[in-house]
């Protein structure tokens, strides 16, 4: 009976020995079954490993990670008294970049950077008494627009530009950056609730 050879693994898609790296060879797919010296099959990571490896990173705009160089080193800012923004300003130590950071508790998909939040975070503009219902007939402009079609984005993990329009710097010129806003999206599905007719009273529908 003829032993394996003595090299740390074999290749079975091209049968070639490959004494320190099985990468070395050029015919060893991800597919392909690797072979250890005591004949053991290792299989390459497979697509739900690297999945979860990749969703455990740090998610950009929370409190782990800087929204634009994203770097894990920051400061976290708490009473500042802008009474604008929300409890807790992050800063990061490499760009100075500052922004509210994301609530993690909140981020059911973190495989989807961009997925809306869970719940509306602390500061939402559709919480009762937010900054944006200060001026209800603004407020009224804005729903209106709303429900003739527009959209709302969510603030958190975005940079703050103090001296922007919004307090935000949204990349507007890149809209599939950008998280719909889950208060919002709870307001968008009330609006279609009540704007839908009541089929139980419809002719012809099931008496109960």
């Known amino acids: 009976m003829v032993g394996l050879p003595q090299v740390s693994t074999i290749n079975e898609c091209d049968r070639t020995e490959v004494k ?3 990468s070395e060879s050029a015919g060893n797919p991800l597919n392909c079954r690797t072979f250890g010296p005591a004949g053991k ?3 390459p990571p497979n697509r739900r490993a690297r999945r979860a490896a990749k969703a455990a990173k740090a998610i950009p705009g929370t409190a782990d990670c800087c929204p634009a160089c994203k770097c894990p080193r920051l400061n976290i800012h708490a009473d500042h008294g802008i009474k604008f923004y929300g409890r807790q300003i992050a800063i990061c130590a490499n760009c100075r970049t ?3 950071p994301i609530d993690a508790s909140l ?5 989807d950077p961009c997925a809306s939040l869970s719940e509306p975070c602390d500061n939402c503009a559709f919480r009762p ?4 219902q200060t001026d209800s007939a603004k407020w009224k402009e804005l729903i209106g627009k709303l429900r003739a079609g527009g959209t709302f984005h969510c ?3 975005v940079p703050l530009d103090p ?8 990349p507007k010129d890149r809209p599939e950056k950008m998280r719909l806003c889950r208060g919002y999206l709870n307001a968008l599905g009330k609006w279609w609730g009540a704007a839908e007719p009541d089929q139980s009273k419809a002719q012809g529908a099931p008496q109960t």
Do not use: T
Request: glycine letters at 14%.
């Open 163 to 170: 001296e922007g329009e919004d307090g935000f710097a949204y």
């Open 107 to 111: 981020i059911w998909d973190r495989s």
């Open 98 to 100: 500052a922004w509210e």
């Open 129 to 132: 008494g937010s900054p944006e």
């Open 41 to 43: 099959v290792r299989l």
């Open 20 to 22: 320190n790296n099985p």
């Open 155 to 157: 603030h958190k993990g």
